[in-house]
């Protein structure tokens, strides 16, 4: 689970790159959980979650370069 304070150090194409990951990690959890193989019903919701940060991270490092400039 990543902390937010951690996800703010890293770059721009460093949290493209976790957001990538944690998608494809979401697809999987998705086909196991279709097929009865998922056990770690919780990691479902924490790979959200994260989602959800780096989404809310990038879309506030977008709207302070708009006001930047």
Same mark, same amino acid.
């Given at each position: #689970?990543?902390?937010?304070?951690?996800?703010?150090?890293?770059?721009?194409d460093?949290?493209?790159?976790?957001?990538?990951?944690?998608?494809r990690?979401?697809?999987?959890?998705?086909?196991?959980?279709?097929?009865?193989?998922?056990?770690?019903?919780?990691?479902?919701?924490?790979?959200?979650?994260?989602?959800?940060?780096?989404?809310?991270? #990038?879309?506030?490092?977008?709207?302070?370069?708009a006001?930047?400039?």
């Open positions: #689970m990543a902390n937010a304070a951690d996800l703010r150090q890293k770059s721009d460093e949290l493209k790159e976790e957001l990538q990951n944690l998608k990690e979401q697809l999987n959890l998705r086909f196991q959980r279709s097929s009865g193989q998922l056990e770690a019903t919780s990691r479902f919701g924490e790979v959200l979650r994260d989602i959800a940060r780096i989404n809310t991270i #990038m879309t506030e490092r977008r709207h302070a370069a006001d930047a400039s």
